[in-house]
């Protein structure tokens, strides 16, 4: 292993005394002409930065976006179609402006029934949400393979968010919403 490297400015660099110094200087340090014996200083007030930053990045994550800080409230409901409960497919809550927090999402099961979930919590956030339903034809084996993109069982305009009608807050406690497609 070679004591000396030559940097991109010429700059012959011992890594010996480079570890004298206390640096943290680096083959590539000395590629782009930081690991000279002029710039050990800098390199050294480089790393306390670079430590110091580290050191105060988990502290300021620890305060942020912890799992407890979003208010979300219990959100269920039934979805119909002409009158008919859906069997399947999909129901979503995305927050308007001003109405903090990720999307929830529902499974609608056999008896129309769905139960909103954000991230895994059960609910949503609280505020203003706008709501789409998605169901699609089931796939067959090929046609997934194909990646065939099935027709919508319920009018489009449910399911696209530019187009759908509903809209519903979410308020603190329980809340319950029937939703009757046509």
């Known amino acids: 292993m070679r004591a000396h490297t030559?940097?991109?400015?010429?700059?012959?660099?011992?890594?010996?005394?480079?570890?004298?110094?206390?640096?943290f200087a680096t083959v590539a340090d000395a590629a782009i002409g930081?690991?000279?014996?002029?710039?050990?200083?800098?390199?050294?007030?480089?790393?306390?930065?670079?430590?110091?930053?580290?050191?105060?990045?988990?502290?300021?994550l620890a305060g942020c976006g912890t799992k407890g800080s979003l208010s979300l409230a219990p959100v269920r409901g039934t979805v119909t179609?002409?009158?008919?409960p859906l069997e399947r497919g999909r129901v979503t809550f995305t927050p308007e402006q001003g109405t903090p927090g990720p999307q929830a999402v529902g499974n609608i099961r056999p008896d129309g029934s769905f139960?909103?979930?954000?991230?895994?919590?059960?609910g949503a956030s609280i505020g203003w949400h706008h709501v789409t339903v998605h169901l699609r034809?089931?796939?067959t084996p090929e046609e997934e393979r194909e990646m065939v993109r099935p027709e919508s069982l319920i009018p489009e305009r449910y399911s696209r968010f530019s187009e759908?009608?509903?809209?519903?807050?979410?308020?603190?406690?329980?809340?319950?919403?029937?939703?009757?497609?046509?």
Not at 34 to 60: M, N
């Open 6 to 23: 030559r940097g991109d400015n010429g700059t012959v660099v011992d890594r010996r005394s480079c570890i004298e110094f206390g640096s």
């Open 34 to 60: 930081r690991g000279s014996a002029a710039s050990h200083q800098s390199d050294i007030a480089f790393h306390a930065r670079r430590l110091f930053l580290l050191a105060g990045l988990p502290l300021l």
């Open 81 to 84: 179609y002409r009158g008919k």
């Open 115 to 122: 139960r909103m979930k954000t991230v895994g919590r059960e």
């Open 137 to 139: 034809r089931e796939l």
């Open 164 to 182: 759908s009608p509903l809209r519903f807050r979410v308020e603190a406690g329980d809340n319950e919403y029937p939703i009757a497609l046509e």
